[in-house]
């Protein structure tokens, strides 16, 4: 089992930077794709970024293509999110979560194909 900690959020006006870490603890030697989802009060779930394990494949969400980076350290077993040009509509729980079974070079974008959670860490953007 694996286990997934996400750090890094905080306060940050409009227009700055945070970057999210999520550390992956446990039996981590099978590969996997990571995402980073946010929810939002009020809204449902959504996604954020992926990464393949390979690194090779990432993929956003178009409200934060341009902006956000996902990247992985797999000697680290770390994952990253940097935001940059934060906006207040940012401001939500940001979730890490680990897909065992989408191979090493694809990513998934459903949150029902992630099996493993982090608790998620609060990010607000004030305006």
């Known amino acids: 089992q694996v286990h997934l900690v996400e750090s890094g959020g905080g306060l940050v006006q409009a227009g700055g930077s945070l970057r999210l870490s999520c550390a992956a603890s446990?039996?981590?030697?099978?590969?996997?794709?990571m995402g980073w989802f946010r929810q939002a009060p009020g809204k449902e779930r959504e996604f954020v970024a992926a990464?393949?394990?390979?690194?090779?494949?990432?993929y956003y969400a178009d409200s934060v293509k341009g902006r956000f980076t996902i990247s992985r350290d797999n000697a680290k077993n770390t994952v990253y999110l940097q935001m940059n040009s934060l906006k207040p509509e940012d401001t939500a729980v940001y979730y890490c979560?680990?897909?065992?079974?989408?191979?090493?070079?694809?990513?998934?974008?459903?949150?029902?194909?992630?099996?493993?959670w982090g608790q998620g860490t609060q990010v607000t953007v004030s305006s």
């Open positions: 979560a680990a897909d065992h079974d989408s191979g090493r070079y694809y990513v998934r974008l459903r949150s029902a194909d992630y099996d493993t």
């Open positions: 446990g039996r981590t030697s099978r590969s996997y794709a």
């Open positions: 990464i393949s394990w390979s690194g090779t494949s990432t």
